[in-house]
Protein backbone atom coordinates (compact mmCIF):
# COMPACT_ATOMS: atom_id res chain seq x y z
CA UNK A 1 0.00 0.00 0.00
CA UNK A 2 1.49 3.67 -0.76
CA UNK A 3 2.62 5.24 2.13
CA UNK A 4 1.17 9.08 3.04
CA UNK A 5 3.41 11.81 1.95
CA UNK A 6 6.25 12.36 4.69
CA UNK A 7 6.08 16.06 4.20
CA UNK A 8 2.88 17.24 3.85
CA UNK A 9 3.61 20.60 2.30
CA UNK A 10 4.93 18.74 -0.46
CA UNK A 11 2.04 17.89 -2.55
CA UNK A 12 1.91 16.35 -6.03
CA UNK A 13 -0.78 16.67 -8.82
CA UNK A 14 -1.23 14.73 -11.88
CA UNK A 15 -1.97 16.73 -14.97
CA UNK A 16 -4.04 16.26 -17.76
CA UNK A 17 -3.74 16.94 -22.03
CA UNK A 18 -4.74 15.77 -25.15
CA UNK A 19 -3.04 16.24 -28.08
CA UNK A 20 -3.19 14.86 -31.59
CA UNK A 21 0.05 14.92 -33.28
CA UNK A 22 3.30 12.79 -31.92
CA UNK A 23 5.21 16.00 -32.72
CA UNK A 24 3.15 17.68 -30.59
CA UNK A 25 3.13 15.59 -27.34
CA UNK A 26 6.84 16.12 -27.64
CA UNK A 27 7.54 19.00 -27.98
CA UNK A 28 5.06 19.82 -25.06
CA UNK A 29 6.59 17.42 -22.69
CA UNK A 30 10.35 18.67 -23.24
CA UNK A 31 9.24 22.01 -23.30
CA UNK A 32 7.69 21.29 -19.46
CA UNK A 33 10.00 19.19 -18.35
CA UNK A 34 13.29 21.55 -19.27
CA UNK A 35 10.94 24.48 -17.69
CA UNK A 36 10.88 22.59 -14.74
CA UNK A 37 6.67 22.84 -14.69
CA UNK A 38 6.93 19.43 -14.82
CA UNK A 39 9.13 16.58 -13.28
CA UNK A 40 7.81 14.24 -16.03
CA UNK A 41 5.41 13.66 -18.81
CA UNK A 42 4.00 10.60 -20.00
CA UNK A 43 2.43 10.14 -23.20
CA UNK A 44 0.25 7.67 -23.97
CA UNK A 45 -0.71 7.46 -27.83
CA UNK A 46 -3.75 5.83 -29.15
CA UNK A 47 -6.26 7.50 -27.35
CA UNK A 48 -9.61 7.65 -28.87
CA UNK A 49 -11.41 11.02 -27.68
CA UNK A 50 -15.31 11.54 -28.49
CA UNK A 51 -16.53 15.27 -27.89
CA UNK A 52 -18.89 17.35 -29.24
CA UNK A 53 -17.25 20.63 -30.65
CA UNK A 54 -18.90 23.61 -32.70
CA UNK A 55 -22.07 21.86 -33.39
CA UNK A 56 -21.46 18.15 -34.56
CA UNK A 57 -19.68 15.35 -32.40
CA UNK A 58 -16.04 14.58 -33.30
CA UNK A 59 -14.20 10.97 -32.97
CA UNK A 60 -10.62 12.05 -32.60
CA UNK A 61 -7.31 10.26 -31.92
CA UNK A 62 -4.99 11.46 -29.79
CA UNK A 63 -1.76 11.71 -27.49
CA UNK A 64 -2.36 11.69 -23.48
CA UNK A 65 -0.08 13.60 -21.74
CA UNK A 66 0.11 12.77 -18.00
CA UNK A 67 2.06 15.61 -16.38
CA UNK A 68 3.60 15.42 -13.07
CA UNK A 69 4.21 18.38 -10.98
CA UNK A 70 4.15 20.20 -7.52
CA UNK A 71 0.47 21.50 -6.45
CA UNK A 72 1.54 24.92 -6.36
CA UNK A 73 2.73 24.74 -9.89
CA UNK A 74 -0.54 23.85 -11.57
CA UNK A 75 -1.37 27.54 -12.22
CA UNK A 76 1.37 28.57 -13.74
CA UNK A 77 1.36 25.11 -15.97
CA UNK A 78 -2.28 25.75 -16.77
CA UNK A 79 -1.30 28.88 -18.14
CA UNK A 80 1.27 27.63 -20.15
CA UNK A 81 -0.53 24.71 -21.97
CA UNK A 82 -2.94 27.48 -22.67
CA UNK A 83 0.32 29.28 -24.39
CA UNK A 84 1.92 26.29 -26.44
CA UNK A 85 -0.78 23.67 -27.28
CA UNK A 86 -2.37 24.00 -31.08
CA UNK A 87 -5.80 23.15 -29.74
CA UNK A 88 -8.00 26.37 -29.31
CA UNK A 89 -9.11 24.86 -25.88
CA UNK A 90 -6.86 22.61 -24.93
CA UNK A 91 -7.69 19.87 -21.95
CA UNK A 92 -6.36 20.80 -18.60
CA UNK A 93 -7.59 18.68 -16.25
CA UNK A 94 -5.27 18.70 -12.63
CA UNK A 95 -5.74 15.85 -9.41
CA UNK A 96 -4.17 16.04 -6.53
CA UNK A 97 -2.53 13.16 -5.01
CA UNK A 98 -2.52 12.95 -1.31
CA UNK A 99 -1.39 9.35 -1.21
CA UNK A 100 1.79 7.91 -2.63
CA UNK A 101 5.34 6.83 -2.40
CA UNK A 102 7.58 9.75 -0.65
CA UNK A 103 10.06 9.35 -2.69
CA UNK A 104 8.69 9.59 -5.64
CA UNK A 105 7.26 13.36 -4.10
CA UNK A 106 10.46 13.93 -3.43
CA UNK A 107 11.51 13.30 -6.63
CA UNK A 108 9.08 15.21 -8.35
CA UNK A 109 10.00 18.26 -5.97
CA UNK A 110 13.74 18.15 -6.71
CA UNK A 111 13.26 18.03 -10.67
CA UNK A 112 10.65 21.06 -10.54
CA UNK A 113 10.92 24.82 -9.76
CA UNK A 114 9.22 26.58 -7.28
Not at 5 to 30: F, G, M, P, W
Not at 83 to 107: C, K, M, Q
Request: contains cysteine.
Amino acid sequence: MPSRVKNSSQRVTLAYTTVEKKTDALRIAQLLVREQLAACVTIVSGVTSVYPWKGTTVTAREYLLTIKTRTGLVSRLGKRIREISPYELPEFIAVEHTRGNSDYVEWVYSNTKP
